[in-house]
């Protein structure tokens, strides 16, 4: 593949996420060949011919020394953000030929790194993903070694991501807990440990919670104004000399190494979701699903995750990312694949149909929709606000995807009050009059018709004779029926029908306008024998 330059970089990205502070010194036809993150600290690397390097954590006064070493790797220029973006850096770079390009100061680095990497397509470099969190193990040892305790790191929500596995190790019944559950056991005395921890600037030593716990010297893993995490070491009083900065030390290195791994996957999923959209929407080519993880010729069906009334929380923003790393989750323990992404509030959800579909219990079809009942219970406890499901047809063609997602779309249009899931083809005939309603909708020869004149006659007149023919047609003609759905006596619901008649010419003997009524009073009036449409 052909490097990207810095000009098409930026064209793809542009402002406000990429500001250009100066060109280099071949102008911004310059190649960009991968992205690096650059840890404060960290000795630069002495060849990176194309590289675009972020500055994670970068102080103002070191510019200068970053930009000659950067220079003299072969570097095609520095990404700063922040205060770091100052007339000195400009000045520094450009004394050294490189670009120097700025984020915002609320960007996070993952992210920059994250989207740079995907517009010069390439996924991030080596030690990245899996193998970053790899590393982490490698790391932990290494801080063990140095500090002379037990390690263990941890990411911003406490779970346990690695830890050190060095022989003769003193450790207590919190860490062994800890590592066998891959999540510190949360308490009230940990939490006011962790507000301490994160509140500092550096390195801390914290008390033993009891009497069968040892102390603990920590520190937060950050990257620039993010925190990513933190390194916990076990203090059993006898840590080695200068154990403070080199728990520094790795706490930098476990940022960048944090910053790759989470670049990686989020990297993934981005490309993963949009090979969705496109099948979504019908744009994508016969091999989308393959590369998706199906298996060649495997029907597939969509399934739509819609929240109600999210607009009304004061987080409807975060609700719905959320919503999706549920579906995710869930998606992927059954199936041990996913293809889940956010599009316009929804989420959906593409899952695969094995072997036959049989309409009785226990079919693939009844497994999927109990899916997505255990997804919508679950997400209504865990976000607090209601989640609504529609499954789409089995479809055995990429190309056919776009369908069944419309399917999934027009189930949720048509759900009742008291509906939360429902596949197409338990609702097709709503579905199909809602469709009839659209498509009338638009055509004027199809609109014409005494439907109207019946709707203004009621609203001039204050009768019901509108809802008293619906009644009638859906109850198939017969006047007792329609009655008691009327909730009125038969010789009433005759009155209105004669009246209809002959206020309004409509010809009830006539089948053929029977029907034509009864369509265009459902569909386009909205009418229904138990309620709107």
């Given at each position: 593949?052909?490097a990207?330059?810095?000009?098409?970089?930026?064209?793809?990205?542009?402002?406000?996420?990429?500001?250009?502070?100066?060109?280099?010194?071949?102008?911004?036809a310059?190649?960009v060949?991968e992205?690096l993150?650059?840890?404060?600290?960290?000795?630069?690397?002495?060849?990176?011919?194309?590289a675009?390097?972020?500055?994670?954590?970068?102080?103002?006064?070191?510019?200068?020394?970053?930009?000659?070493?950067?220079?003299?790797?072969?570097?095609?220029?520095?990404?700063?953000?922040?205060?770091?973006?100052?007339?000195?850096t400009v000045?520094?770079?450009k004394?050294?030929?490189?670009?120097?390009?700025?984020?915002d100061?609320?960007?996070?680095?993952?992210?920059?790194?994250?989207?740079?990497?995907?517009?010069?397509?390439s996924?991030?470099?080596?030690?990245?993903?899996d193998a970053?969190?790899?590393?982490?193990?490698?790391l932990?040892?290494?801080?063990?070694a140095?500090v002379?305790?037990?390690?263990v790191?941890?990411?911003a929500?406490?779970?346990?991501?690695?830890?050190s596995?060095?022989?003769?190790?003193?450790?207590?019944?919190?860490?062994?807990?800890?590592?066998?559950?891959r999540?510190?056991?949360?308490?009230?005395?940990?939490s006011?440990?962790?507000?301490?921890?994160?509140?500092?600037?550096g390195?801390?030593?914290?008390?033993a919670?009891?009497?069968?716990?040892?102390?603990?010297?920590?520190?937060?893993?950050?990257?620039?104004?993010?925190?990513?995490?933190?390194?916990?070491?076990?203090?059993d009083?006898?840590?080695?000399?200068?154990?403070?900065e080199?728990?520094?030390?790795?706490?930098?290195?476990?940022?960048?190494?944090?910053?790759?791994?989470?670049?990686?996957?989020?990297?993934?999923?981005?490309?993963?979701?949009?090979?969705?959209?496109?099948?979504?929407?019908?744009?994508?080519?016969?091999?989308?699903?393959?590369?998706?993880?199906?298996?060649?010729?495997?029907?597939?069906?969509?399934?739509?995750?819609?929240?109600?009334?999210?607009?009304?929380?004061p987080?409807?923003?975060?609700?719905?990312?959320?919503?999706?790393?549920?579906?995710?989750?869930?998606?992927?323990?059954?199936?041990?694949?996913?293809?889940?992404?956010?599009?316009?509030?929804?989420?959906y959800?593409?899952?695969?149909?094995?072997?036959?579909?049989?309409?009785?219990?226990?079919?693939?079809?009844?497994?999927?929709?109990?899916?997505?009942?255990?997804?919508?219970?679950?997400?209504?406890?865990?976000?607090?606000?209601?989640?609504?499901?529609?499954?789409?047809?089995?479809?055995?063609e990429?190309?056919?995807?776009?369908?069944?997602?419309?399917?999934?779309?027009?189930?949720?249009?048509?759900?009742?009050?008291?509906?939360?899931?429902?596949?197409?083809?338990?609702?097709?005939?709503?579905?199909?009059?809602?469709?009839?309603?659209?498509?009338?909708?638009?055509?004027?020869?199809l609109?014409?018709?005494?439907?109207?004149?019946?709707?203004?006659?009621?609203?001039?007149?204050?009768?019901?004779?509108?809802?008293t023919?619906?009644?009638?047609?859906?109850?198939?003609?017969?006047?007792a029926?329609?009655?008691?759905?009327?909730?009125?006596?038969?010789?009433?619901?005759?009155?209105?029908?004669?009246?209809?008649?002959?206020?309004?010419?409509?010809?009830?003997?006539?089948?053929?306008?029977?029907?034509?009524?009864?369509?265009?009073?459902?569909?386009?009036?909205?009418l229904?024998?138990?309620?709107?449409?």
């Amino acid at each position: 593949m052909d490097a990207r330059t810095l000009e098409e970089l930026i064209g793809t990205l542009g402002e406000p996420l990429l500001r250009v502070l100066t060109a280099p010194a071949d102008g911004l036809a310059t190649p960009v060949s991968e992205i690096l993150l650059y840890g404060h600290g960290d000795p630069f690397p002495s060849s990176a011919p194309g590289a675009l390097v972020l500055t994670v954590g970068l102080p103002p006064g070191q510019v200068e020394p970053l930009a000659r070493d950067a220079a003299a790797a072969g570097v095609a220029g520095l990404v700063v953000r922040g205060e770091v973006s100052r007339p000195e850096t400009v000045a520094a770079a450009k004394a050294h030929g490189l670009a120097l390009l700025a984020v915002d100061e609320d960007a996070a680095w993952h992210h920059v790194h994250l989207l740079l990497a995907s517009a010069i397509g390439s996924r991030p470099g080596p030690g990245d993903g899996d193998a970053a969190f790899g590393d982490l193990f490698s790391l932990a040892n290494a801080v063990a070694a140095a500090v002379g305790g037990a390690t263990v790191i941890e990411d911003a929500r406490q779970r346990i991501l690695a830890y050190s596995t060095l022989p003769r190790q003193t450790v207590d019944e919190a860490r062994r807990q800890g590592i066998l559950g891959r999540q510190v056991p949360s308490s009230p005395e940990n939490s006011e440990q962790y507000r301490v921890m994160f509140a500092a600037p550096g390195p801390v030593r914290l008390a033993a919670l009891d009497g069968e716990e040892l102390p603990r010297l920590a520190v937060a893993i950050r990257a620039g104004g993010e925190t990513l995490g933190s390194v916990w070491v076990v203090d059993d009083g006898q840590l080695a000399p200068g154990s403070e900065e080199a728990l520094t030390r790795g706490a930098s290195t476990a940022a960048l190494l944090m910053l790759r791994a989470r670049a990686g996957e989020e990297l993934s999923r981005q490309l993963t979701g949009d090979l969705l959209r496109r099948l979504l929407d019908g744009s994508a080519d016969p091999g989308a699903a393959h590369r998706l993880g199906f298996a060649e010729g495997t029907p597939v069906r969509v399934v739509a995750f819609a929240l109600e009334g999210a607009e009304s929380t004061p987080d409807e923003e975060q609700t719905a990312p959320r919503l999706l790393d549920l579906v995710r989750l869930h998606c992927e323990a059954r199936y041990g694949r996913h293809a889940c992404v956010l599009v316009d509030g929804r989420v959906y959800a593409l899952l695969p149909v094995t072997g036959a579909e049989p309409s009785g219990s226990g079919g693939r079809k009844e497994r999927h929709r109990r899916l997505a009942e255990d997804i919508v219970r679950r997400a209504a406890q865990a976000l607090r606000i209601r989640v609504r499901a529609g499954l789409g047809e089995a479809v055995a063609e990429p190309a056919a995807v776009r369908g069944s997602r419309d399917d999934a779309d027009m189930v949720l249009r048509v759900l009742g009050p008291e509906e939360d899931v429902a596949v197409v083809t338990e609702v097709r005939a709503r579905v199909t009059l809602l469709r009839l309603r659209e498509l009338m909708a638009g055509q004027r020869a199809l609109t014409a018709g005494s439907w109207r004149e019946v709707l203004a006659y009621d609203a001039g007149h204050g009768t019901d004779y509108a809802r008293t023919l619906v009644c009638w047609l859906d109850a198939g003609c017969d006047v007792a029926r329609a009655a008691r759905l009327l909730a009125v006596h038969p010789n009433t619901c005759r009155y209105r029908l004669r009246q209809a008649q002959q206020h309004l010419g409509v010809d009830l003997d006539d089948p053929d306008e029977r029907l034509v009524l009864w369509l265009q009073l459902r569909t386009l009036g909205g009418l229904s024998g138990t309620g709107p449409f």
